[in-house]
């Protein structure tokens, strides 16, 4: 663990005046650090045994063993991910000495807790879409299950070994290869349609493409908005290396922790639900009636999920021309499964489709009077109905301007009124697992941070880091971040902040240093393709395992 305390001036590096970040934990903040831990592994474990207790679904032994050991994964991705993209956040106001490095990690941990907390979800679900339909219909199934192994091991895997040199690649980066990964070695080793028909490719290249763009982000915003600080703040300070390793002015160091929090809020806010919805798909696969459909949603608004049901089946039904609803609802669930896979769904056997299980959905949860009431037998199939349903709808009024010209306005709204319902009974998030992936996020803040702490502060530019360069850097990477997560896309916090780093430098006539920037592009360059590879690759032998 790396964890640190502050230093007094006299132990302060040498003539560098780099900061000190040597010192050995002191033995109180290991137990501290053991207990929350180990606070929130409890915590989990409780929850569970609790809320499958309250819907009457026992676990066995085996299966609360493995139900454990993947949680212990998915929250090991979000502790890599604390110290390996959280050190981002702190190297400006260490590198600046505007807090002691002890300070500044824990400082930075409670605000990554802070901002996951505080989160929507929406990020969290928008990284589950990029799966195949099939594995999500099935996480409860052998290929489920080696899904969800194959691309957390390929994501920690990755980031271990890119932290191991230092280098500042992306969480974010890391986790969707490894699900690119996974939904391509699943569609060939099944019959399919297609070779790329395992991926949703739109919702794909969206999430791409805020990957691809944040290092252009970071670096010109950066850059730009540093010349607007010469421009506006004349201070001579803000634009001066530290002098020694003495603090900032009171004022320069206020706004370098307030953009170090800002960032260190953001991060929590929207890596922290990558963690929340692979927790999700596993407790999900291992116990269903807990958590496949969301029982806290009050009795109260059944009526309104109902005609918001029967009003979305009517709408479809205009428009399913000579196509009648199926009688047989199985037929119906293989049509829109089909019309997923293709991402193609504004035909009218889909609508018809559609149609007959919107009603057959109102009609049983109108007879159950809440989700809180459905039997355990019922769940899985309630559940993946639902899904279909929506994912289908959502599919068909992707495109406004083609959905406006098959549906009338009132049939549009009806049917975003009925989308809305169907989100909240399947897609939620317990408190829960909010509190425990906040905790790894969290902890992981205040382990290991000194190699990409190094990195960022030292290898980028030629030049020590200026209290300027630190500030722009920082509030680009904040303010980036937390407009994709209004957005529900995830972002790299690395590629944002490294890049800013790297723009203010330029911007301040420092210059880069070519083989660190010639590294962290590499690195950016082979994440994708790499943890793909390691993820399908993960994914054939854990299924493999599965059929001996």
């Known amino acids: 663990m790396a964890t640190t305390f502050p230093a007094s001036p006299e132990s302060a590096t040498d003539a560098s005046h780099g900061p000190r970040l040597d010192h050995r934990l002191h033995p109180a903040g290991r137990w501290i650090f053991l207990a929350l831990l180990a606070v929130g592994v409890g915590y989990a474990g409780y929850s569970i045994i609790v809320d499958t207790a309250q819907v009457g679904e026992g676990l066995a032994l085996g299966t609360f063993a493995f139900l ?11 502790f890599v991910n604390g110290f390996h993209d959280t050190a981002n956040a702190v190297a400006t106001v260490i590198y600046t000495h505007s807090m002691p490095a002890a300070l500044a990690v824990v400082w930075s941990g409670f605000f990554n807790f802070l901002g996951v907390m505080l989160s929507s979800g929406a990020v969290a679900y928008s990284i589950i879409t990029l799966l195949p339909v099939d594995l999500i219909l099935h996480v409860g199934s052998n290929a489920g299950f080696a899904m969800i192994f194959a691309l957390l091991l390929a994501a920690v895997l990755w980031n271990l070994g890119t932290w191991y040199v230092g280098l500042p690649n992306s969480s974010s980066h890391a ?18 349609t297609g070779g790329t ?54 004022g320069i160091r206020a706004l370098l922790i307030f953009t170090c929090t800002a960032v260190s809020f953001a991060h929590g806010g929207n890596d922290g639900q990558k963690g929340m919805g692979l927790i999700m798909l596993i407790l999900i696969g291992c116990a269903p009636t807990a958590y496949a459909l969301n029982r806290t949603m009050p009795q109260s608004e059944t009526p309104a999920f109902v005609a918001s049901a029967n009003a979305a089946a009517a709408a479809f039904a205009t428009h399913a021309g000579s196509h009648d609803a199926p ?10 499964t089909r019309a997923l896979q293709a991402r193609h769904a504004d ?18 949860i109108g007879a159950y009077g809440s989700l809180d009431k459905v039997p355990a037998a019922a769940t899985p199939n309630l559940r993946n109905d639902m899904y279909l349903v929506l994912d289908s709808a959502r599919l068909a009024t992707k495109d406004k301007e083609a959905s406006a010209k098959i549906f009338s306005a009132a ?10 319902n169907l989100e909240k009974g ?6 829960w ?51 994709a997560e209004v957005y529900g896309l995830p972002v790299s916090t690395t590629h944002i902040l490294s890049s800013g780093v790297a723009g203010a430098s330029v911007a301040s006539g420092a210059g880069l240093q070519p083989r660190t920037i010639g590294s962290m592009a590499l690195a950016w360059v082979l994440t994708l393709p790499a943890a793909m590879a390691l993820a399908g690759g993960l994914y054939w032998v854990f299924l493999g395992l599965t059929k001996m």
Request: glycine fraction near 12%; aromatic fraction near 6%.
């Open 327 to 336: 009688t047989d609802l199985d037929t119906a669930r293989t049509v829109l």
């Open 68 to 78: 454990g050991l993947a949680l212990l994964i998915a929250l090991g991705f979000e």
């Open 433 to 483: 697992v909010k509190v425990i992936v906040a905790l790894a996020l969290g902890l992981g803040t205040m382990v290991g941070w000194r190699r990409i702490v190094i990195t960022v502060g030292e290898k980028i530019g030629k030049s020590h880091l200026t209290y300027g360069m630190g500030a722009s850097a920082e509030l680009v990477a904040a303010g980036t971040i937390l407009a």
């Open 347 to 364: 035909t009218p056997q889909v609508f018809a489709a559609a149609d007959a299980l919107s009603r057959d959905l109102g009609h049983r």
């Open 411 to 420: 049939e549009l709204t009806a049917i975003k009124a009925y989308q809305t």
């Open 197 to 250: 028909s395992g991926v949703d490719w739109s919702q794909a290249t969206k999430v791409l493409t805020g990957l691809w763009m944040a290092p252009l982000i970071g670096f010109g915003a950066a850059f730009l908005l540093l010349h607007v600080m010469k421009l506006v703040l004349r201070n001579p300070k803000l634009y001066s290396e530290p002098e020694g390793t003495a603090p900032p002015p009171k």
């Open 175 to 192: 986790l969707i290869g490894s699900i690119l990964g996974v939904g391509l070695a699943n569609q060939l080793m099944t019959a399919g």
């Open 426 to 431: 399947t897609r939620y998030i317990p408190v």
